[in-house]
């Protein structure tokens, strides 16, 4: 009996050779991408000691990364829609990758944030792409399945990459940032075989932006919105100062924090592998709105956990819950999008998820002045247990 393909699993329809190979670059960048956060998040403690700096002071790694979004997400957005997202997504990934490995070289701090923040511009450029790109390639029918997709492809890196940089930091701090360089014959693969997939052209560039504004207030866009929001600034404050959290309570090195993130992984993949029939006849707002909570429970229990694989416990209901989370939010944003406003929207929702993330780690590096770890992980969990009912007052009421 022939074994089921991947399209078929996760109900992606049958796809020709040319969109297969799409699809693949897509993934593949996305997985590149996710070096920027998830792959040095365990590295972090790794780098106090050779450069002499505060555990306040990491979180800026973090925050100059994140931060030329704020600015660059929107017209990136603009972009990918009145020229193309082909040439963007392959000068950002190389941006990223070169920038990326020359922070392996610096010779301060600083010069590693100055690095860092360049990193940031080419993830800014390609960051909506990957999500855009989905939506273009597959139809409506298929296309959560094609988000859910991602979400599992990403998260099988989440089972790599995290203890794989907690591995090469123990070895050397400069290691793991070596291996951004991949992110470089990614662009060229983008440059000989994505095809262009931009929408309608536009005549009117202001009647675009008028359009852009008008559809920013859509009842579902804007639960979209808000999700993205949240889920960055819950991921970013706790994800960051987890690696360090186990390290200091628990006594285990940065490798062993570093695998903590497999338990995150499996729970994330076996949602994200049944996004698609999970989502069948269910209002993919209220799924997310569940999966908010279920991320509270877990952030408020691991700092009562006795030990560090009771930790990977919790983890592993938070990425049960971050399996949902993350293509029903790429879904409501994609569907309530016609093609040719896509990359506005999506690049409006990244806008506001780079706020979100530099917000959190901004804030959670000033509150660990006045508090400790284990407060600031209770204090995320009640946010998104609140902010679930925040969210649910953006629909409409059903008569």
């Known amino acids: ?9 996760f109900g992606l329809g049958e796809l020709s050779p040319e969109k297969r190979r799409a699809l693949a670059l897509v993934y593949g960048s996305s997985l590149a991408l996710m070096m920027g956060f998830n792959f040095i998040q365990p590295t972090l403690p790794a780098l106090i000691e050779p450069f002499a700096v505060s555990d306040s002071a990491l979180a800026l790694i973090m925050t100059v990364f994140t931060g030329p979004a704020i600015i660059l997400s929107p017209i990136f957005g603009i972009m990918a829609d009145l020229y193309g997202r082909r040439h963007l997504l392959v000068w950002g990934l190389i941006l990223f990758g ?9 010779p301060t701090f600083g010069w590693l944030l100055a690095f860092r923040t360049i990193q940031g511009i080419g993830f800014s450029a390609v960051t909506p792409l990957t999500i ?8 409506v029918d298929y296309e959560i399945g094609g988000q859910g997709l991602k979400v599992f492809i990403d998260r099988v890196g989440y089972l790599i990459l995290p203890p794989l940089g907690g591995i090469l930091a123990a070895i050397a701090w400069f290691w793991p940032f070596l291996l951004y360089f991949l992110a470089v014959p990614m662009g060229l693969c983008c ?11 536009h005549d009117d560039n202001w009647k675009y932006l008028k359009d852009i504004l008008r559809l920013t207030r859509h009842p579902r866009l804007m639960v979209a919105f808000c999700g993205g929001f949240l889920r960055f600034f819950l991921d970013y404050g706790f994800l960051t100062y987890l690696p360090l959290f186990v390290v200091r309570t628990h006594s285990v090195s940065t490798a062993t924090a570093g695998l903590l993130y497999v338990f995150f992984s499996t729970g994330a993949m076996l949602t994200a592998s049944q996004a698609g029939r999970l989502a069948a006849g269910r209002d993919k707002a209220k799924l997310l709105f ?15 956990m006795p030990g560090v694989w009771l930790v ?3 983890l592993f209901f938070y990425g049960l819950a971050n399996g949902v989370i993350s293509p029903m939010q790429k879904s409501l944003l994609t ?13 409006f929702d990244r806008l506001l998820q ?11 590096g000033l509150l660990l002045v006045a508090t400790n770890i284990p407060t600031i992980f209770w204090m995320l969990g009640v946010l998104s247990m609140i902010s679930v009912v925040l969210m649910a007052g953006l629909l409409p009421k059903r008569n």
């Open 335 to 347: 569907q309530n999008a016609p093609a040719e406003l896509r990359g506005g929207i999506i690049s």
């Open 191 to 201: 440059l000989l075989w994505m095809p262009e997939t931009k929408g309608t052209h």
């Open 312 to 314: 990977g416990g919790a």
């Open 98 to 106: 070169l920038s990326g490995a020359a922070m392996a070289f610096a």
């Open 1 to 9: 009996m022939r074994a089921p393909s991947i399209a078929t699993v």
């Open 132 to 139: 855009v790109l989905i939506g273009d390639l597959l139809e």
């Open 354 to 364: 780079q706020v979100s993330k530099t917000l959190s780690t901004t804030l959670v």
């Open 290 to 304: 569940f999966a908010f909570v279920v991320c509270g429970i877990a952030m408020v229990a691991v700092p009562f």
